[in-house]
Each structure stands twice: as structure tokens, then as C-alpha cells.
């Protein structure tokens, strides 16, 4: 595994030593780091097929309305 170092905020900093001692999901730090960019690549995968899907025309809602529209039928 590639070892980095990273400046954080002090309250980026406070946020991740928080999250790890009061959640308990992670083990240190590096655990949720990893997580929080393996979510983000992720979106990054949804948000581009989603943008893909908009524009093949197969749908005519935008991103915005299918969320809403989910939103509203998950209540």
C-alpha cells in the first residue's frame, strides 16, 4: 500500500479523530480516508453514467428531477 502524508485542516483533523474514536467504524484515520475517497470515486462513476444516460436521451428528466422524484416516493 503507497504510504502518503497529507496536511488536513485543524478542523478536517478534529473531524476524523472524532469520527474514529466516537463511531468506531475504523480503526485509525488512513481506514477512513481510504473509505471517504473509495465513496467518492464511486459518485464519480454514478454522476458520469447518470450524465451519460441524460444525454443519451433515453430519458427526458435531468439528474435533479429523478432525485426528487425518488426522494418523494421513498417517504
Known amino acids: 500500500m503507497a504510504r502518503q502524508s497529507i496536511s488536513l485542516t485543524e478542523q478536517n ?3 476524523l479523530r472524532n469520527h ?3 463511531v468506531g467504524d475504523y480503526a485509525n484515520k488512513s481506514e477512513l480516508v481510504n473509505d471517504l475517497i473509495r465513496r ?4 464519480e462513476v454514478i454522476n458520469s453514467k447518470l450524465a451519460k444516460s441524460e444525454q443519451s436521451g433515453f ?16 417517504k
Open 40 to 43: 467518492a470515486r464511486r459518485a
Open 13 to 15: 483533523d478534529l473531524w
Open 59 to 74: 430519458s427526458t428528466q435531468s439528474a435533479d428531477e429523478m432525485l426528487a422524484e425518488f426522494k418523494s416516493s421513498t
Open 20 to 22: 474514529v474514536e466516537n
